[in-house]
């Protein structure tokens, strides 16, 4: 038999803007005093005619069929059009989820990157043990507010003090101004991402911006530098910096007509140079074109930014979704520990703990906006 549920208004508590599902269940699980695994039984009509898969510790989205979204509007009393206004994981329909009259719930891994709410923003919202956990979108990893980098960690606020790191609050205003802009800003970003991504992992031993930025960062979270090395907020400046240049049209035209007039090698050049100085870089444009000549033919195959102006400048001409295309093996990692070998000296194993302890590992990472993705299958 179901417990029953006490008088406890749902609306009491209702879901924050791009708040996940399973937070919001977690959180109303709170206020009831119940299980989750529990609420969702009573929510969903007790054990008849019922199956939850998972738990709230086996993933942090909770998606339902059909049929249990009918049940849960009935619970709250609010539309299914206001409940996947705010919780966007709702809309979703999971591969593994069965959609039909039984009804399903399922504890998954979410789709998308996430982050802690800024809690200054959403405090009313906080409970003991219970953090509001919310897809961050297109750019708002970042409070402007209150000038903080939110982190992910599941069981208490995280975020980063950006007072003495103003060139990723600069960034983050031209983010945002590019996402007002382009439809397809999340994938010009992550397309951006890949490209410093892969001259992240070259190691250079005379770069100074980043080493500078590392200190910094590691001063306010009170890490080593070999810990925060490898977090996306490192080279979150730069990759803004790349997105905003191959994003423009005027470069896009000065490209293809140097590629026509003297060779993709020279637009090439062209390119380099002037992303090295957007990014105060003088040295990037010889240095990246130095590599170019010793690297493997597999290489340049799989490098992301050859591969962006070749597409480019094709004879043929590309389609807009085609041209921010990234291959999976120049994309840039989510997992901390798939790319702190690449960047530290130390063993891989110390520096993960230490950036997870600090709450350095997941978060935010620039994905492809979901338009481009195939739709699922049912």
């Known amino acids: ?220 979270t009170k890490c080593r530098p070999t810990a925060v090395v490898a977090h996306s907020l490192v080279s979150y400046p730069e990759t803004i910096t790349v997105a905003r240049l191959l994003g423009a049209a005027c470069w896009q035209q000065r490209l293809r007509e140097t590629a026509a007039a003297e060779g993709t090698g020279a637009a090439t050049e062209l390119l380099l140079r002037e992303i090295g100085r957007q990014t105060a870089r003088p040295w990037l444009a010889d240095w990246l074109m130095a590599c170019t000549r010793t690297k493997s033919r597999t290489a340049l195959l799989t490098d992301p930014l050859d591969q962006w102006l070749s597409r480019l400048t094709a004879s043929a001409g590309t389609t807009s979704d085609s041209l921010w295309t990234v291959s999976q093996t120049a994309a840039r990692p989510i997992e901390y520990g798939d790319r702190a070998s690449f960047l530290t000296d130390s063993r891989p194993r110390s520096v993960c703990e230490e950036a997870k302890t600090a709450f350095l590992t997941g978060g935010w990472e620039p994905v492809p906006s979901p338009r481009t993705r195939p739709a699922p299958s049912h």
């Open 1 to 220: 038999m179901a417990s029953p549920l006490p008088a406890y208004t749902p609306a009491q508590l209702p879901p924050v803007a791009q708040e996940l599902t399973g937070s919001w269940i977690r959180r109303m699980t709170a206020g009831y005093g119940l299980p989750a695994q529990d609420l969702l039984r009573g929510v969903l009509g007790g054990s008849h005619d019922v199956e939850v898969t998972g738990t709230p510790g086996s993933g942090r989205e909770l998606f339902l069929n059909a049929a249990a979204k009918t049940l849960l509007v009935r619970f709250t009393g609010t539309p299914l059009s206001r409940l996947t206004a705010l919780l966007p994981g709702l809309s979703a329909t999971h591969d593994r989820l069965v959609d039909d009259a039984t009804r399903r719930a399922a504890w998954y891994r979410p789709r998308e990157a996430w982050v802690g709410a800024c809690p200054p923003c959403t405090k009313r919202a906080w409970l003991p043990g219970q953090s509001v956990l919310v897809y961050p979108q297109a750019a708002a990893h970042v409070c402007q507010r209150h000038r903080r980098w939110l982190l992910a960690h599941p069981m208490k606020p995280a975020s980063i003090p950006l007072g003495n790191l103003p060139e990723v609050l600069t960034a983050h205003r031209r983010h945002a101004a590019l996402v007002r802009a382009r439809p397809d800003a999340a994938d010009v970003v992550a397309l951006a991402a890949a490209v410093v991504w892969s001259w992240q992992v070259q190691g250079w031993r005379a770069e100074t911006v980043w080493q500078d930025r590392v200190r910094r960062l590691a001063a306010v």
